[in-house]
């Protein structure tokens, strides 16, 4: 029954990334699909984010220019109402739509009003602040768990290369060689899953906290140009 849980250490074996990856036990192979899965996910979630960031970035420098251009509130609402936006502009529609439907017909609007529209911008900052975040959590745990699967893979790699030693009684290096080097393939795969989804994790957490600074701080502008229409119509 030992000869079930050893490689084959009879014989030199194939030092390719296919070989090793044929040659392993197949609780190595298993540890290598998964990573190697884990890895494309997360360079795709990298590719998406990286252009989701940009496009946020662009997005809310150029709403901000139009906001302070010199534009009144009601222009510039409904010039961009209908067009499809994200974070900031976003949450400008919001406020001025709960805003436009508090002020109908009521002239002099109560102080209840400013603490309806500052309930929409914080649901339109939680709303936006998912969509950024989204998928980040699958970066985050495969880089802190990659590298531990990789050295289970060849910790058990290890191992039933040891027993194939002890079935063989032959301990010559051409004929550990390989199966050390299929164990230790796996980790060397678990690092490679590991290490970009790390940084690209820090990267994007960064910039989404930098974003959400940005969307309160538009917030907090917003709410007091409010309060100032506010005390002008009482």
């Known amino acids: 029954m030992l000869e079930v849980f050893t490689t084959n250490l009879s014989q030199p074996g194939d030092l390719s990334i296919m070989g090793l990856f044929l040659q392993a036990h197949f609780v190595v192979k298993a540890v290598i699909v998964g990573l190697l899965i884990s890895s494309v996910w997360c360079w795709a979630i990298i590719l998406e984010k990286l252009f989701v960031f940009r496009r946020t970035r662009r997005e809310t420098d150029r709403f901000e220019q139009q906001f302070w251009s010199g534009q009144s509130l009601d222009e510039l609402y409904n010039m961009i ?32 009003v400013q603490m309806r529209v500052e309930k929409v911008m914080d649901v339109s900052i939680a709303r936006e602040m998912d969509r950024l975040e989204r998928r980040l959590l699958f970066l985050a745990t495969v880089g802190s768990t990659a590298p531990f699967i990789g050295l289970f893979g060849t910790v058990w790699g290890i191992m039933t290369s040891f027993q194939a030693i002890a079935v ?67």
């Open 168 to 234: 063989s009684k032959n301990t010559n290096l051409s004929v550990v060689a390989p199966g050390i080097a299929e164990a230790l393939f796996a980790t060397a795969l678990g690092l490679l899953a590991a290490i970009p989804a790390v940084i690209f994790y820090n990267k994007f957490a960064n910039e989404s906290a930098r974003i959400g600074q940005r969307l309160e701080g538009f917030s907090d502008e917003f709410s007091a140009i409010l309060s100032r229409q506010i005390d002008v119509r009482s």
């Open 81 to 112: 109402r209908e067009q499809q936006s994200n974070a900031m502009a976003s949450l400008f529609i919001a406020a001025m739509r709960e805003w436009k439907r508090s002020v109908e017909g009521n002239p002099r609007p109560m102080a209840g």
